[in-house]
């Protein structure tokens, strides 16, 4: 479900007007995604053919030559000059056409184009053939002079900070904000069962979820689902369980990120230290993974490349903090069991939830406490997709 946030939205399109390129930058689940196809919906409504185009590079970017013909052939926006008879004869020839199809294209009445560039980052698999060892920043630098305009994405924030740091003042970044009660409290329109009022619930699920879009889509589905027994601490204890949907949503995020940094091992190692006590500085964490505070620095610092955590005042924790619950609960040798699970999502919702004016707290769930007591938490509250 494609998530609506009009204030970001119009600040996407005002950075556009102002021949800017906006940067969206957000983890999994924020509504990166989202926000791309409502800009484009947008932008197409101000004419009558297409104005802009959807690309997900983190599909398309496989070798130049594949990517390229992927690009040209979904895209809705015309190649500028003739068409190319024989393909590219290299992968730099590729690449290069590549950027020279994203500065050229234009409307089917000759207007402007606009792309609009998810996992833009992903173009660094492209660094593995001849005459590509610099292609991000290639692609930085020609982006920044096309006529064409551009909105990018990515989920890694800290990498792309790092590859804008000596970029064109043209980009702008932009962090995807949580989404606060209100934004909940809309959504939960078009989720809204016949007995449930899930606006009532919007602060709850803003906290639970930690502001993520997806973790706020999968707690209002369970709740939309179930009779008004069912709160939102019910609802997300069925999803923390082992076939719960946001257990599978937070194991992918979890092995993406460690599989695309260094030292998959030690990191998963830290990130246990985490889940039982956070926030703790470097010697605090190298004393309890047992390695030198120099290579315990190295790793540290491969997990806040692909944020999964952050530091502030030299204190370490994990960036999403749901991803907390799921090692607390997933990443040990055995799966949890309804009891563990109601455990920790109770002491989850209640820091969570110490901020939520007490008419948006909801009492602790009655129907989980049951699904530990018939053996299966999760029994009845979801549906395995």
Known sequence: MITERPTLERRVLASLDAGRIPVVLGGCGTGRTSLLLRVQQQLDQQGTTPRAQYLDFASAATTPERCLAAVSTISRLKPS????????????????????????????????????????????????????????????????????????????????????????????????????????????????????????????????????????????????????????????????????????????????????????????????????????????????????????????????DVDLVAVAGKKYSFDDPLMRLYVRLHARGVPPSDTDVVREVRAYAASRLQQVPAAGAQPVAVAAERGADTGGASSGIIEID
């Not at 500065?103 to 005459?131: K, Q, S, Y």
């Not at 990515?154 to 792309?160: G, L, M, V």
């Open 81 to 304: 000059g003739r068409p190319m008879v024989d393909g590219p004869s290299s992968a730099r020839a590729a690449f290069d056409l590549l950027l020279s199809y994203l500065d050229h294209a234009t409307t089917a009445d000759g207007g402007r184009a606009t792309f609009l560039i998810d996992e833009v980052l992903d173009l660094r698999t492209f660094e593995n053939f001849p005459g590509l060892r610099h292609v991000l920043r290639d692609t930085v630098a020609r982006l920044a002079a096309s006529p064409s305009r551009f909105v990018l994405a990515s989920r890694f924030t800290a990498r792309t900070h790092r590859l804008l740091r000596d970029a064109p003042a043209r980009f702008e970044v932009v962090h995807m904000p949580a989404l606060v009660p209100a934004e909940v409290q809309a959504l939960a329109v078009r989720f809204n069962g016949m007995h449930r009022d899930l606006g009532s619930h919007a602060a709850a699920i803003s906290a639970l979820a930690a502001g993520r879009a997806a973790y706020a889509h999968l707690l209002l589905e369970t709740l939309a689902s179930q009779g008004p027994s069912v709160d939102p601490i019910a609802a997300l204890a069925a999803l923390c369980a082992p076939d719960g949907r946001l257990t599978a949503r937070a194991r992918e995020s979890y092995e993406f990120r460690l599989h695309r940094a260094r030292g998959y091992g030690a990191l998963k190692a830290i990130l246990s230290v985490l889940a039982d006590s956070e926030p703790l500085n470097l010697t605090e964490i190298s004393q309890q993974l047992r390695r030198t505070p120099g290579s315990t620095k190295d790793y540290l610092s491969w997990l806040e």
